[in-house]
């Protein structure tokens, strides 16, 4: 979604400078064409080569600089761009941004443009906090602007605090959720499960599964880039929550029962990808079970509910099957028996598919009989294929059949 956006990147005289370094390069991995812009103070801290050098494009340090084509074209760069990024932001940059002055080619680039604007700060907590600059920040939200952190740390003076520059792959979330607002789910809140569940079978053993979370934050993000609002409901996963989309936390099947209904009644869209375990454990053993107290152990289980099937309501509905053998049929069989709109077949068995790996290869089954084969895909990938699907069935008049009986 990055792929040739101009992204004018503003870097200003922060010791957190160096790791703009590091948020040019990803952007620029991720394909953004990436304009720097350097204060006279950042260049105190990292030199413009090193930006040139990883955006491969000029870097912006002069508005007086003859041989600069911005001297001439002094507002280009603001009228080209898809966004502004200014990272790290000093307090002394915020302050001139909320004031409107342009004195620099980073704020008068600011004041010119019509794009949207993204602001990492990074500062001294005692900065972060004073009154001038909370009052600075306030201002430029109220216009619009949107604050990718501070982070809460330790400072380079020593101080504990709010004040540290975001980490990349925040500003990078903000970046891709500011570029994506009036996408073709704005508007809309979906709803995704996500993870495997753990059913407790003493205080320090459970029964789980492989299921990473990683397909359920890759449809995540991709519907938080579309333009929705997205709330997560998340097993224990083993890798990071995404940005910028509510997180609910779960232990159990049941939990994640009762979590998917609260937020099922208001949502448009719900898509269960979590590996709700099938069977728990009778009882959990309330001390942990001794091995010399048994020479064999034996633990009844009980059928889990079938979170997908009992839930009900007007949203779109979206499952996961992960099949081993008669992948279609299944698939088939499970679509109608609990009324989804669509399922996402995967065939587990398949090369570097399914679990805990980043690519998949699945079969997407509409409630119409539409059938999409894909091949193996990165899990971004099938997330977008997948909410291309839900968009065109949230516009289309029969796409959301009225389904009796909200839980
Ligand atoms: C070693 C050092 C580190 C600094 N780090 C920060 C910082 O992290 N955040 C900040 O707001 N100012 C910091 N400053 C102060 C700014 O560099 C100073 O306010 C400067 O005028 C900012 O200019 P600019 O906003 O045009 O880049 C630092 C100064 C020094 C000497």
Same mark, same amino acid.
């Given at each position: 979604?990055l792929? !040739?956006?101009r992204?004018v990147l503003?870097?200003?005289? +922060?010791?957190?400078?160096y790791k703009?370094a ?19 103070a950042a260049?105190?801290?990292v030199?413009p080569?090193t930006?040139r050098?990883?955006t491969?494009?000029p870097?912006v340090t002069?508005?007086y600089d003859?041989? +600069?084509e911005?001297?001439i074209q ?16 000093t307090a ?5 941004l909320?004031?409107g002055i342009a ?6 680039t600011?004041?010119a443009?019509?794009a ?9 907590a005692?900065?972060?906090d !004073?009154?001038?600059t909370?009052?600075n920040?306030?201002?430029l939200?109220?216009?619009?602007a949107v604050?990718?952190?501070p982070?809460?740390?330790r ?5 504990i605090g ?8 925040e500003?990078?979330?903000?970046v ?7 996408g073709?789910l704005?508007g ?5 499960s996500?993870?495997?569940t753990?059913?407790?079978i003493d205080?320090?053993r459970v029964?789980? !599964?492989r299921?990473s ?6 449809i995540a993000?991709a519907a ?9 409901i998340a097993?224990?996963v ?12 779960v232990h159990t099947a049941l939990e ?5 209904f609260?937020?099922a009644?208001?949502?448009?869209v ?5 590996a709700?375990a099938?069977?728990r454990p009778?009882t959990?053993?309330?001390r942990?079970i001794?091995?010399e107290?048994m020479?064999s152990?034996?633990?009844?289980l009980t059928?889990?509910p079938?979170i997908i ?7 779109i509905k979206?499952?996961?099957?992960a099949?081993?053998e ?5 698939a088939?069989?499970?679509l109608?028996?609990?009324e989804?709109d669509?399922?996402?077949?995967n ?11 980043d690519?998949?290869k699945?079969?997407i089954i ?19 294929k ?6 065109a069935?949230?516009?289309s ?6 389904k009796?009986?909200?839980?």
């Amino acid at each position: 979604m990055l792929s !040739n956006k101009r992204i004018v990147l503003g870097v200003s005289g +922060s010791i957190a400078a160096y790791k703009g370094a590091d948020l040019a390069s990803k952007l620029v991995q991720s394909g953004a064409i990436v304009d720097v812009i350097m204060t006279k103070a950042a260049m105190e801290f990292v030199t413009p080569l090193t930006f040139r050098a990883i955006t491969h494009r000029p870097v912006v340090t002069d508005w007086y600089d003859s041989s +600069s084509e911005l001297s001439i074209q002094h507002v280009q760069l603001a009228e080209e761009a898809d966004l502004l990024l200014v990272a790290p932001a000093t307090a002394d940059i915020i302050a001139k941004l909320a004031l409107g002055i342009a004195d620099d080619p980073l704020c008068g680039t600011a004041l010119a443009t019509r794009a949207p604007m993204v602001i990492a700060p990074a500062m001294d907590a005692n900065m972060y906090d !004073n009154p001038a600059t909370a009052e600075n920040v306030a201002k430029l939200k109220s216009r619009g602007a949107v604050f990718a952190g501070p982070g809460f740390g330790r400072m380079a003076s020593g101080l504990i605090g709010h004040g540290r520059l975001a980490e990349t792959p925040e500003i990078i979330a903000t970046v891709r959720q500011v570029l994506g607002r009036h996408g073709d789910l704005a508007g809309k809140h979906v709803v995704v499960s996500s993870g495997p569940t753990e059913e407790p079978i003493d205080p320090v053993r459970v029964i789980t !599964n492989r299921s990473s979370g990683k397909m359920g934050f890759a449809i995540a993000e991709a519907a938080r880039d579309r333009g929705a609002r997205v709330t997560v409901i998340a097993g224990p996963v083993s890798v990071p929550y995404p940005f910028g989309v509510d997180i609910i936390p779960v232990h159990t099947a049941l939990e994640m029962r009762d979590a998917v209904f609260t937020a099922a009644r208001a949502c448009d869209v719900l898509i269960m990808t979590a590996a709700v375990a099938d069977y728990r454990p009778v009882t959990a053993v309330g001390r942990k079970i001794k091995k010399e107290d048994m020479a064999s152990l034996t633990i009844e289980l009980t059928k889990n509910p079938d979170i997908i099937s009992e839930v009900k309501g007007s949203f779109i509905k979206v499952g996961f099957a992960a099949e081993t053998e008669e992948l279609l049929r299944n698939a088939q069989s499970k679509l109608r028996g609990k009324e989804m709109d669509l399922i996402v077949a995967n065939d587990v068995t398949a090369p570097n598919s399914g679990f805990n790996v980043d690519t998949n290869k699945v079969t997407i089954i509409e409630r119409s009989g539409e059938i999409l084969d894909l091949p193996l895909m990165t899990k971004d990938e099938v997330a977008n294929k997948l909410l291309d699907r839900v968009a065109a069935l949230l516009t289309s008049p029969s796409g959301r059949p009225a389904k009796a009986g909200t839980p």
